[in-house]
């Protein structure tokens, strides 16, 4: 399986953005998801994760009542929709995908298994 993460680009302060990622190869049906990021000289960031299911959502509290994680299990396909965005929302987004429980380990960027390429995210104004 790959992951292919878009969506990403320039917005305005208090603007939105939808990221995607989009899964090849064989379905990733079974598969825990998650958005990083990793902002300019700064550590890789964990921003929220799903379950297999596409329920139970986690986010980072940088994060917490402006991005929704979502997942449609139809199109195998994990969204982060971004609203309010702040200048320190600006950073590389990364999808994640794993298997196994969903459980503390999900908050570890070694739980992962699978990654996307990363897109770019730039809040300017």
């Known amino acids: 399986v790959q992951l292919q993460a878009s969506g990403g680009g320039l917005v305005q302060p208090g603007g939105s953005l939808r990221l995607s990622c989009a899964a090849s190869?064989?379905?990733?049906?079974?598969?825990?998801m998650a958005w990083f990021r990793r902002a300019p000289g700064k550590e890789r960031e964990l921003v929220a994760t799903?379950?297999?299911?596409?329920?139970?959502?986690s986010y980072g509290d940088s994060v917490k009542g402006r991005f929704t994680i979502s997942k449609d299990t139809t199109s195998d396909t994990a969204y982060l929709q971004m609203n309010s965005l702040k200048f320190e929302d600006t950073a590389v987004y990364y999808c994640?995908?794993?298997?196994?429980?969903?459980?503390?380990?999900?908050?570890?960027?070694?739980?992962?298994?699978?990654w996307g390429q990363g897109t770019l995210v730039t809040v300017s104004s």
């Open positions: 799903i379950n297999w299911r596409g329920a139970d959502p």
């Open positions: 190869g064989r379905t990733f049906n079974a598969f825990n």
């Open positions: 994640a995908a794993a298997r196994g429980p969903y459980g503390t380990d999900r908050y570890r960027i070694g739980y992962y298994e699978l």
